[in-house]
């Protein structure tokens, strides 16, 4: 069992900013559980929460009007979460994550395209076993509930994800229960 690094995880998005620009934003402090072996994919489980308060898109006003009810509301919904379904192999190093996205308070299936990148004993102390994988999505923030400002933002929603999960054998999936 290995637990995500918060401080090694990120979630790096970017949206259409009224025909000008893609905005790109992150968010920092995602927590969460994965289950693996690499030799057997098809008992592979993950669950990992974002907490949306940390998101940033480099200004703290444009963050706060983001965060507010009109967008993604994340004083009522402070977590964006994925539970994992199955995971199918596509490659060496190459995976499909199928799962679940729970954002706005809204669930939606949503597939991750995954690169393994990496699992061993990690260089710097403490020398924990580490796991690292690299994933993209692209969704629609309108199947998410989350329709406003449609002339200024666009739907697409483009998501990078760069986890690293450490070694945990006490770690416990929470599974559909609130932070």
Known sequence: MYALDPVHTRVMFAIDHAGFSRSIGTVSGTTGTLRMDPDDWS????????????????????????????????????????????????????????????????????????????????????FRRTAGFSATTTLSRADFGITAWPGVIGDTVELRLEVEAVAAPDAKFTWDTDR
């Open 43 to 126: 008992s592979a489980q993950l669950e990992a929460w974002v907490p949306l308060q940390r998101m940033d898109l480099g200004d703290a006003e444009w963050n706060r009007a983001t965060l507010a009810p009109g967008l993604l509301d994340a004083h009522r919904h402070p977590h964006a979460v994925y539970v994992s379904e199955r995971v199918e192999p596509l490659g060496p190093r190459r995976l499909r994550i199928h799962g679940r996205l729970t954002l706005h308070g809204v669930t939606r299936p949503v597939a991750l395209e995954a690169v393994f990148n990496d699992v061993s004993r990690h260089p710097l102390p403490p």
